[in-house]
């Protein structure tokens, strides 16, 4: 079992940046291929972005690449997504990830454990 929980999340200035943080508690966190999500107000949640269990390979939806770096510590069973150059369509609830084994999936069905999810909102 794995429990997760966003952190860093806030209202930002279109072109600004924020540091959202998913903490796991549980075993093996390290084993873990991890994922961002993303679900804005009317529409379906949709894959961010997510990074393998040893942090060698990471992959973004075409819509954030080049904005958003998706890292991982396993020693603090912490991953992180640095936004970057935000924009108003980047609002959302976010929600981290995290599935067993790899490789990194964009399906929402892949993934065993979700947080809560966390509030961004980008002001034009």
């Known amino acids: 079992q794995v429990q997760l929980v966003e952190s860093g999340g806030g209202l930002v200035q279109a072109g600004g940046s924020l540091r959202l943080s998913c903490a796991a508690s549980?075993?093996?966190?390290?084993?873990?291929?991890m994922g961002w999500f993303r679900q804005a107000p009317g529409k379906e949640r949709e894959f961010a972005g997510g990074?393998?269990?040893?942090?060698?390979?990471?992959y973004y939806a075409d819509s954030v690449k080049g904005r958003f770096t998706i890292s991982r510590d396993n020693a603090k069973n912490t991953v992180y997504v640095q936004m970057n150059k935000l924009k108003p369509e980047d609002t959302a609830v976010y929600y981290c990830a995290a599935r067993r084994g790899l490789p990194v999936a964009q399906g929402q069905q892949a993934y065993d454990y979700w947080g809560q999810g966390i509030q961004v909102t980008v002001s034009s």
């Open positions: 990074i393998s269990w040893y942090g060698g390979n990471s």
């Open positions: 549980g075993r093996s966190f390290s084993s873990y291929t």
